[in-house]
Nanobody
Framework: EPPLVETGGGSVQAGGSLTLSCKGS????????LAWYRQAPGKDCKFVAR???????WYNSFVRGRFTISRDNAKHTVDLQMSSLEVEDTGRYFC????????????????????WGEGTIVTVEP
């Protein structure tokens, strides 16, 4: 099993909401910076949101206040609450732990990552 496992993907109508969850295992979760990336069909991977071990967080500008990232170190989970979803939010969402231990290939690019999941698919219908 991968060190990060995403759940919560699905199909929703535009304007709706979804919450993605990612559970980590086999590493010190509280020490890890964590992030969500996404890959739209046929497109590059894009950074969505990040929350560091110290609790600092930030978002890609396209989120525009619609998404909230949070973490629960006791449960080893990092969630992405998404609201006011748009068709353009469709894609595979990946939970990752940024770092320099390894390289993650996504959408034709390489990213420095310590670990990553296999992704969960979000489909936003018009």
């Amino acid at each position: 099993e991968p060190p990060l496992v995403e759940t919560g993907g699905g199909s929703v109508q535009a304007g709706g909401s979804l919450t993605l969850s990612c559970k980590g295992s086999r590493f010190v979760f509280s020490d890890a910076d964590l992030a969500w990336y996404r890959q739209a069909p046929g497109k590059d991977c894009k950074f969505v949101a990040r929350i560091n071990s110290d609790g600092n967080f930030w978002y890609n500008s396209f989120v525009r206040g619609r998404f909230t990232i949070s973490r629960d170190n006791a449960k080893h989970t990092v969630d992405l609450q998404m609201s006011s979803l748009e068709v353009e939010d469709t894609g595979r969402y990946f939970c990752v732990s940024p770092g320099f231990d390894d390289s993650w290939h996504c959408g034709g690019e390489w990213f420095g990552m310590n670990r990553w999941g296999e992704g969960t698919i979000v489909t936003v219908e018009p």
